[in-house]
């Protein structure tokens, strides 16, 4: 089954045809980067409208070879930008409308939780996913395909956006997180070091505290060397990922879970995914990753989760553009820490 994908719930205009679930015919991204980069984050408006500019062109390129037959167009219905999420179901609806193919609406968190299927064909569910991007920090459990709980999310900002937030502070550009990656690998040995947001007690999490303790370090003095600045993004960073990959895989130990799969942008974080790596066998876990093109936003994803709604014969979530739409939180399970 070939399903033309459409993503456009953020500041990337993408498009794609995935094969089954799980082979990558054609993926087109077109990011707004250098439109929202002086203002050092996304800006609505100014997103749905490079959307508009560019969403015709990158249907195109992604549908070049018109031999493939198209038999489902997929959309991001939410959550999103509302503006930003409009561009794409219009450009689905017309498409569909135009060339008789059933649409169907994907939620976008789906996507990036079932992002790694194309790189694992033998992926199933019971999984706990790790949600890691710029609007979201989740943990997710499938207990079987289509079914999803939230177990913990953050409490203020997202990973993605502290990274983001950091970087600004540092004086380094948009998006922060591949920066602060690229600085704190110039670091041999971490010696600023700073506090480990934990939030003992629940599966939650908490960045702004983590980002206010760098904001602090960086009132001590006026000027900063690009070595120290090195160094409070390697501390800042070490940080994160601890919180992360500890909480992430204590959760899979506690709820029986021996898979997990790490999606959205700061999944491409290298630091990130060798901590996984260095920390799953001591929980009796496997930590799985989609390629790193596909942690940021893309339609490939989206044409995934399509295939999996499809085939299991599930409802899709509907054309209705939800910019808020949410994964149910669970509130009856009795949490188990250690
Ligand atoms: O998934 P995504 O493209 O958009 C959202 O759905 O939010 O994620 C973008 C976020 C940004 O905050 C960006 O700084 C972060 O992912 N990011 C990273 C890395 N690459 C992107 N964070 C840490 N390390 C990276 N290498
Ligand atoms: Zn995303």
Redesign the pocket.
Known sequence: MNILAIET????TAAAIVKDGQKVVSSIIHSQIPVHKQYNGVVPELASRAHVQSIHDVIQLAWKNKQNKIDAIAVTVGP?LAGSLLVGRMAAQTLGWLEEIPVVGVN?IEG?FLSPMIEHKKLEPPMLGLI?????TELIISTRWGRYEKIGQTRDD???????KV?KMLGWG?????????MARTVARIKTLFPIPWLHGTWDFSFSGLKTAVLYKLREKKRWSHTEKCQIAAGF?QS?IEVLVGKTLKAAQSFHVSRVIV??????????REAFQTAEKRYGVKALFPH?KL????AAMIGAAAYIKLKHSRKSQGLQIQPHLNIPKIKSRTYQFS
């Open positions: 719930s953020c500041d990337e999103g976008h990036h890691v991007s710029g609007g979201h997202a990973a993605g956006e502290a990274f983001d970087s948009y998006p922060g997180g591949p920066i602060i990656e690229r960073q994160v999606g959205g942008g700061v999944a491409a974080n290298r630091a990130l790193p942690c940021t936003d893309n």
